[in-house]
């Protein structure tokens, strides 16, 4: 019983917990739910709140931006209605000055008009005077041909012929005369140029010998390099291909070689077996050896010299080396470095003078004789091995064309390279620059001579001065001064084309007439 009453008195009380419970949850909820739409509805409220003042903001910036617009197109419809009104000034401006030329050239049509007839009335009057005149002129035409005994093509002829050697020897003389002013002036200009530049160029003229002497320490010395049976003297010929002279001269021996390069190499080699004291064939191929391969690396040395005293820039070390063995080759007995640096200086105090490029003129005059320095036995000229050799080395063109045209092979492209073909004129025809054997001069004397005389009217030719001018006397009556002019240039042309001489050769033709008598 009692544990029936306990069962029974759990289960109403978990069923009273239960509802109270239930009571209490429900009430919470209820609570909760009336807080959210409280939450709620403040959140619409504000949000409504924020809407009408975004809403009033917005409205606002679209009015000042409508606003702003607005202004925007007034002032672009004031501006343009500006522009109008300018355009419509123009374009009545032109309409008035259109109206003032129609009537300028309405009145000029009218002026033209009535010069019109006049002339067309001045025409009929000169084409009847004309008739009448023709026809007194065929009157008198004839008149003439019954008094003269000659037709009228007759004498047409003949006036014309006296007219038209009138006008030859008139246009001959004029000729003359436009050329020798010219020549004058030219040569006026030119040679100051050229005094110039030689007065402000002070180079050395020194020509070279074939042959070099190496000192001794003593007279014993000449014996050790003839060596047991002349085993020595061999085979230091035969290793530098110059020839020892080993004569009476005290204390010295000579060394003879028409190659200056081989034999600077055989008196350096010959003066260190000297100053090493140890003379045998072995010793004397080494010192050689060693010298060779000083010599080559010396040849750069001096090419980057030459250019430097030049004033030419850089160059690629195969022309520095090229330049360098210049110095070991000559010409007419002329070293052929220092007349190219000579043709340098020139070329570029002429260039400057005449407002051209300076220094590509010296470049150009630097390595015009480029070519002399390859072997003798290599094909073609050394103007065409020359520039060869600067185009393949990238020079200017300029530079290549001075070097092939110098001695007229090829047509110059540049007054530069006519500048070079002077510069180097000039430094071989100065005096003691070159030499040539009696028997070559004398030669080149008699063809000069000889040259002249082959043209007809010329009575005597004479070469002077070394051979750089010849004068050429004619027979008056056979040569008048015109043809004495061209006579010149004949045989200037003849003796360019026939002849190879070095700087230039001046042709004077002196045409005189004489009268001559006797007092008795």
């Known amino acids: 019983m009692n544990s029936m009453t306990m069962i029974l008195i759990g289960l109403a009380a978990a069923v009273v917990s239960f509802v109270v ?3 209490a949850a429900r009430y919470i909820g209820q609570s909760k739910v009336a807080n959210a739409e409280k939450l709620a509805e403040k959140i619409i409220s504000e949000a409504d709140k924020e809407a009408k003042a ?4 917005k409205m606002l910036e679209a009015k000042d931006e409508f606003l702003r617009q607005k202004q925007n197109l007034d002032n672009e419809i004031k501006q343009k209605r500006n522009e109008l009104v300018k355009f419509e000034g123009k374009l009545t401006g032109r309409e008035r000055a259109l109206d003032r030329r129609q009537d300028i050239l309405t009145k000029q049509e009218e002026d033209v008009k009535q010069i019109t007839e006049s002339m067309k009335s001045r025409e009929e009057r000169v084409s009847r005077s004309q008739e009448e ?9 004839e008149q003439l041909e019954k008094i003269s005994g000659i037709s009228n093509e007759e004498a047409r002829r003949i006036l014309m012929n006296n007219l038209l050697e ?35 160029t002070a180079a050395d003229h020194s020509t070279e010998t074939t ?14 390099i003839i060596g047991r049976e002349g085993r020595n003297i061999r085979s230091f010929e035969q290793a530098t291909g110059v020839e020892v002279i080993v004569d009476d001269t005290p204390e010295a021996v000579v ?11 055989a008196k350096m080699s010959l003066e260190r077996l000297v100053s090493d004291g140890r003379i045998h064939p072995a010793r004397i191929e080494e010192v050689v050896r060693k010298t060779t391969e000083e010599m080559e690396e010396n040849l750069v040395e001096i090419g980057e010299k030459a250019l ?18 210049l110095k070991y080759r000559t010409s007419y007995g002329q070293n052929n470095l220092q007349h190219a640096i000579e043709v340098s200086y020139l070329s570029g105090l002429m260039a400057v003078q005449l407002g051209l490029d300076g220094n590509l003129a010296k470049r150009a005059g630097l390595l015009h004789d480029l070519g002399k320095a390859i072997d ?14 600067a185009k393949k080395h990238g020079e200017h063109a300029v530079v290549v064309n001075a070097i092939a045209s110098h001695h007229e092979d090829v047509e110059p492209i540049s007054p530069i390279s006519i500048l070079v073909k002077a510069a180097d004129a000039i430094s071989g025809s100065r005096p003691g620059a070159r030499r040539e054997t009696l028997e070559t001069y004398v030669k080149r004397l008699e063809s000069l001579e000889h040259i002249a005389r082959s043209f007809s009217g010329v009575g005597s030719a004479y070469a002077i001065q070394a051979g750089r001018e010849i004068r050429v006397m004619v027979e008056h009556e056979k040569i008048d001064d015109a043809t004495a002019e061209q006579l010149s240039t004949d045989i200037a042309e003849k003796i360019q084309s026939e002849m190879e001489y070095p700087g230039q050769i001046k042709v004077t033709v002196i045409r005189e007439y004489r009268a001559v008598d006797f007092a008795k």
């Open 376 to 389: 003798r036995y290599t094909e073609g000229t050394h103007t065409q091995i020359g520039a060869e050799i």
């Open 211 to 224: 042959v070099s002497v190496v000192n001794l320490p003593s007279d014993e010395m000449k014996g050790r």
């Open 166 to 200: 009138k006008a030859k020897q008139d246009a001959a003389r004029e000729v003359k005369e436009i050329k020798d002013h010219a020549r004058q002036a030219a040569n006026r200009e030119a040679r100051e140029i050229i005094i110039q530049a030689i007065q402000r």
């Open 255 to 265: 060394l003879s070689g028409f190659d200056p390069f081989r034999r600077e190499i």
């Open 21 to 23: 419970g239930w009571m």
């Open 133 to 141: 005149l023709n026809i007194k002129i065929a009157q008198q035409n």
């Open 54 to 57: 975004l809403k009033k903001e």
């Open 308 to 325: 430097f005293e030049a004033g030419a820039g850089d160059a690629n070390i195969e022309i520095k080396k090229l330049l360098g063995k």
